[in-house]
């Protein structure tokens, strides 16, 4: 693990391998960690770089204003990168498109998992899938929201808890208490958004992309995917991936893997 200073925050990441550059961005219930099966398959060919975001894991939130994207991009100029690869899952794919409409020149290409974009709204099916699954939570209480969460997102809507690997659950859990932390502290912050907002920008998107889901996550990200697909010039809609829900790329890597060697420049 190494820091770097980024836009007066310091950033904690990992790097493997040599080749074109690969960024990897996590979840918002999760930290770099989540992309574990991930790394050794891609730095056999590229130069890999796994990021917690400003607040996320084990980097740090100075108070001031500030965007994910301009992160991002603070971290390729502070690394010599001129242009990479951008794989987001969830948050992270919504940070990695963000960074793609506001510095299109630096994104080689986007690859987005169960990926939200900015200026998207939840459908009342969403709200009262999580009334139904998860249901009131203190959100004081990490445990227990971090418990709700990942019964909503991990497992998902169409399965079971005793349908899923428990240590997947338990790791799950982990991270998104840590998470939970970060969010509260960001609440904090002027966190900046991308404006205008991504949803109505697809079309401006100039590099391949990439969309994938898993087939029990929700169904408004399955649609989203769709619209990704459909809208961006060069956009590739995979198949939904069996069994695997929200965190795709932890829950399922062989497929990930498979699709990210054959689609990455």
């Known amino acids: 693990m190494a820091k770097i200073e980024i836009n007066g925050?310091?950033?904690?990441?990992?790097?493997?391998?040599?080749?074109s550059p690969v960024?990897?961005?996590?979840?918002?219930i999760a930290d770099r960690r989540m992309w574990q099966g991930q790394v050794p398959a891609l730095a056999a060919r590229y130069r890999v770089i796994s990021v917690d975001l400003r607040g996320y894991g084990e980097s740090e939130l100075p108070p001031a204003p500030f965007t994910h994207h301009d992160d991002v991009v603070g971290l390729l100029d502070a690394l010599?990168?001129?242009?990479?690869?951008?794989?987001?899952?969830?948050?992270?794919?919504?940070?990695?498109v963000d960074t793609a409409l506001a510095y299109p020149g630096r994104v080689s290409a986007l690859a987005l998992f169960g990926a939200p974009v900015s200026g998207n709204e939840w459908s009342e099916e969403a709200e009262q899938l999580w009334e139904e699954l998860v249901g009131e939570v203190d959100p004081e209480d990490f445990a227990a929201t971090a418990a709700g969460e990942?019964?909503?997102?991990?497992?998902?809507?169409?399965?079971?808890?005793?349908?899923?690997?428990?240590?997947?659950?338990?790791?799950?859990?982990?991270?998104?208490?840590?998470?939970?932390?970060?969010?509260?502290?960001?609440?904090?912050?002027?966190?900046?958004?991308?404006?205008?907002?991504?949803?109505?920008?697809?079309?401006?998107?100039?590099?391949?992309?990439?969309?994938?889901t898993g087939a029990d996550d929700l169904a408004d990200l399955r649609r989203?995917?769709?619209?990704?697909?459909?809208?961006?010039?060069?956009?590739?809609?995979?198949?939904?991936?069996?069994?695997a829900a929200h965190l795709l790329p932890l829950e399922r890597p062989e497929p990930v893997n498979a699709a990210l060697l054959d689609f990455l420049p």
Do not use: N
């Open 9 to 19: 925050a310091l950033l904690a990441y990992d790097e493997a391998g040599s080749g």
């Open 23 to 28: 960024v990897l961005l996590h979840a918002g």
């Open 80 to 96: 010599g990168i001129a242009q990479a690869a951008l794989v987001g899952c969830s948050f992270g794919g919504k940070v990695a």
């Open 150 to 212: 990942v019964r909503f997102w991990v497992v998902g809507p169409t399965r079971r808890p005793e349908d899923v690997d428990p240590e997947l659950i338990r790791f799950a859990e982990e991270m998104d208490r840590r998470a939970l932390a970060a969010e509260q502290a960001l609440s904090a912050v002027d966190v900046e958004e991308l404006d205008p907002p991504a949803i109505d920008r697809l079309a401006e998107l100039p590099m391949p992309v990439l969309v994938g």
């Open 224 to 243: 989203l995917a769709d619209r990704i697909a459909a809208e961006a010039p060069q956009g590739v809609r995979m198949p939904d991936v069996t069994d």
